[in-house]
């Protein structure tokens, strides 16, 4: 089922009109949304804002193709999901192009995400094939004797998944994917800033022979998607946002499963035996790659005080070099944040903790959606810049002097998702490890590390479960036991 979209020229800039997929057909609606380039302003697309009524239709359709897609044998799921790598593959050039374009992401980051994205639906095909169950020993007690018993993993059933702007191809294969390798279905609610991408997965995902009512794609605005949230005719709710968002959601779920994927202000800790040069080229790529618009993006840095003002020195005249513009540009490394609004806010969080005296090294300009990467020092923990995500470019740098001190400050915080720690000394590095409360430590690499395969999730505000697809895999999937009476 391909993605009908019209496109015409508006002045200068072609404009595609789609249409949604939703219940195995290609719909519209009355209201139509815009799609903005964050860059320029420009309307890139026009996209169908769902109704109810095709919401209830999307779910219809999830809840009566589950059968079909429970049938599928392990091999079919995984050449449906080798189908989409190969179909993402093949329109790498388009997908890098359509993040650029709606997301502001800088071209050269895109094609990462693509490639995160195909090796996403790989990894699946893979785990397709090894969803397995196990043989438990029940003669371990004497009323187990005379009984044998083993376990397997069935579908759960129709899932809802809703993700943001920031990843909107990634993150949707990291719903989908397993989705499609657990053998279930999915009505996902793409980002309302950025539709597009995710609605060229979709028609790549029908093109590799995923049954197309198995899979409805839900552009709307929050009164629509909310109730899909609702509806216990969904098992699971599989989310990816930000934390006021994901526990909202999570108090009105219901009985159904419920994986939260939300935010952070990850810390990493730089001590005086560390790679400094590298330390700095990982918190530059961390905390400014899209801009800081990454839940796992460096925000908060402590240093050694032996390295602390060399840290600064370099790490500013590293940031100095990084060129802020046009997304599409192949040499851009800072493209535009989403939103005017979130830029403001940005700016102001800078402004806010000036005037609490934290003293800016470097950035701290904004033009229109574009902000440039900045250096803070001298923060205190109540500072918004410290405490809340600011997800935008900026990094704070503040000494410290005693290693245990340092992760106690990267554990005072709401969030807990992943930290970064620069150190060779393994004694330290199993002190972090076992005392940062936070889902991952990366050690001598950024906090912003994420391979697609590793359980990835955080604790306290940061979320509730874990993605990669195995993990995901235990959600989407139920375990049911078979007890066999080998006597009678």
């Excluded at 329109?91 to 709606?102: I, P």
């Excluded at 279930?184 to 049954?211: D, N």
């Excluded at 952070?264 to 801009?291: F, K, M």
């Excluded at 109540?382 to 997800?391: G, H, L, P, W």
């Amino acid at each position: 089922m391909a993605n009908e979209r019209e496109t015409y020229a508006g002045g200068s800039v072609v404009i595609e009109h789609y249409k949604l997929p939703v219940a195995g057909a290609m719909v519209e609606s009355g209201e139509v949304d815009e799609v903005v380039n964050p860059f320029n302003g420009d309307i890139i697309a026009r996209v169908p804002l769902a109704t109810p009524e095709q919401r209830e239709a999307a779910i219809a359709a999830a809840v009566a193709s589950f059968a079909e897609m429970r049938a599928l044998s392990r091999v079919r799921r995984a050449q449906i999901c080798v189908g989409v790598a190969s179909g993402i593959e093949r329109r790498r050039r388009e997908l890098a192009e359509a993040l650029a374009l709606e997301c502001g992401k800088p071209i050269k980051a895109a094609q990462v995400e693509v490639s995160r994205a195909i090796a996403t639906f790989n990894i699946a095909a893979e785990e397709a094939k090894r969803l397995a169950g196990e043989i438990v020993p029940v003669d371990v007690v004497p009323w187990g004797e005379g009984y044998a018993a083993q376990f397997h993993r069935f579908p759960l059933g129709p899932i809802v998944g809703i993700i943001p702007f920031n990843f909107p191809l990634n993150l949707a294969a990291h719903k989908l994917a397993p989705c499609i390798a657990a053998g279930c279905t999915m009505v996902l609610k793409p980002p309302q800033q950025a539709p597009v991408t995710v609605l060229k997965l979709a028609e790549i995902c029908y093109e590799a022979g995923l049954p197309p009512e198995s899979l409805s794609v839900l552009h709307c605005t929050v009164e629509v998607g909310e109730p899909l949230v609702r509806d216990e005719r969904f098992k699971l709710l599989s989310f990816t946002g930000s934390a006021a968002v994901g526990w909202h959601l999570k108090s009105i779920a219901g009985k159904k499963r419920v994986v939260l994927e939300l935010g952070g202000n990850a810390g990493a800790i730089v001590h005086s035996d560390a790679d400094l040069d590298w330390a700095v080229q990982r918190t530059a790529a961390g905390g400014y790659g899209y801009a800081g618009q990454s839940c796992i993006s460096v925000q908060r840095v402590l240093v050694h005080r032996t390295l602390y003002d060399e840290f600064c020195e370099k790490l500013v005249q590293r940031t100095e070099l990084l060129k802020v513009g046009d997304p599409l540009h192949e040499d851009t490394d800072i493209g535009p944040l989403i939103e005017e609004k979130h830029a403001e806010r940005v700016i102001s969080w800078i402004a806010e903790a000036e005037g609490s005296g934290a003293r800016v090294l470097a950035g701290n300009r904004r033009e229109r959606c574009l902000v440039w990467p900045t250096v803070l020092t001298d923060t205190k923990p109540d500072m918004k810049v410290e405490c809340e995500e600011i997800f935008g470019p900026v990094v704070t740098v503040r000494p410290y002097d005693d290693f245990k001190a340092a992760v106690r400050i990267v554990n005072d915080s709401k969030y807990g998702l992943q930290s970064g720690v620069f150190t060779h000394d393994i004694r330290l590095i199993r002190y972090a490890y076992e005392n940062l409360d936070v889902g991952g430590v990366v050690v001598n690499d950024y906090p912003t590390l994420r391979i697609d395969n590793m359980p990835y999730g955080g604790v306290k505000d940061s979320g509730l479960g874990r993605e990669g697809v195995a993990s995901s895999l235990q959600d989407m999937t139920e375990l049911k036991m078979l007890i066999v009476s080998l006597e009678h």
